[in-house]
Each structure stands twice: as structure tokens, then as C-alpha cells.
Nanobody, 127 residues
Framework: QVQLVESGGGLVQAGGSLRLSCAVSGRTFSSFAMGWFRQAPGKEREFVAAISYNGGSTSYADSVEGRFTISRDNAKNTVYLQMNSLKPEDPAVYYC????????????????????WGQGTQVTVSS
């Protein structure tokens, strides 16, 4: 059974940066796409970024395009989300997720494609 553990969340000033990590175990990490989603209080979970199984394709929500970067290190079984220029609208619990399918060349953006989720890590931005 695949397990995902996020880390790297915290409090940062507006305009600052954070890097989230998601360590994955229990499945061949290099065989499936990964995604990051977030959920703010009172709001639905929303897509943030995704990366294909081999890192060849990425996708971003419009709200984070140009500020956030998703990457993966298949040797370390870890996916990252580098968040720069954080804004007051970015605070949320951030979740990483693993695609249900293997070897998708697409960066999957729909939550229903993801079959395993981490417990989430809180990101707070102070103004």
C-alpha cells in the first residue's frame, strides 16, 4: 500500500518561499504521476500542480503559475513543491497525491485520478 508523507510547511511572510516535500513508499515511485492539491478553510480542495511519472510533463493552476515549481527525484522517491512569492491567498493545507494509474505521460490535474493522499502540511502566510 502506497504511503505519502508531506513535510516542509510552516509560517512565512508574504513574498517569501517554502519548499514542500512528499516522501513516497510502498509502490514503484518512478512509475506514476504525482500531484499537489490544497484546501483552505471553508473551501473545496483544489489542484495546485502535477508532474508526470518521468518528470517530462508538468501542469499548474493559473493561480500559482510562474510562482510554484513541481519536481521529482525518482532516486529519492520524493516529489517537491517549491513555492516562491507566496501571497495571502496561498495559505491552506497542502496535500500530495499519487496517480492511480501507472506510466501516465500526462501531468494529471483531476483529483479523482489520484488514489492515495498524504496527511497534509499546513502553509501559513503572514502579511
Amino acid at each position: 500500500q502506497v504511503q505519502l508523507v508531506e513535510s516542509g510547511g510552516g509560517l512565512v511572510q508574504a513574498g517569501g518561499s517554502l519548499r514542500l516535500s512528499c516522501a513516497v513508499s510502498g509502490r514503484t515511485f518512478s512509475s506514476f504521476a504525482m500531484g499537489w492539491f490544497r484546501q483552505a478553510p471553508g473551501k473545496e480542495r483544489e489542484f495546485v500542480a502535477a508532474i508526470s511519472y518521468n518528470g517530462g510533463s508538468t501542469s499548474y493552476a493559473d493561480s500559482v503559475e510562474g510562482r510554484f515549481t513541481i519536481s521529482r527525484d525518482n532516486a529519492k522517491n520524493t516529489v517537491y513543491l517549491q513555492m516562491n512569492s507566496l501571497k495571502p491567498e496561498d495559505p491552506a493545507v497542502y496535500y500530495c497525491a499519487a496517480d492511480r494509474l501507472s506510466y501516465s505521460r500526462l501531468a494529471v490535474t483531476t483529483a479523482t485520478r489520484y488514489g492515495a493522499w498524504g496527511q497534509g502540511t499546513q502553509v501559513t502566510v503572514s502579511s
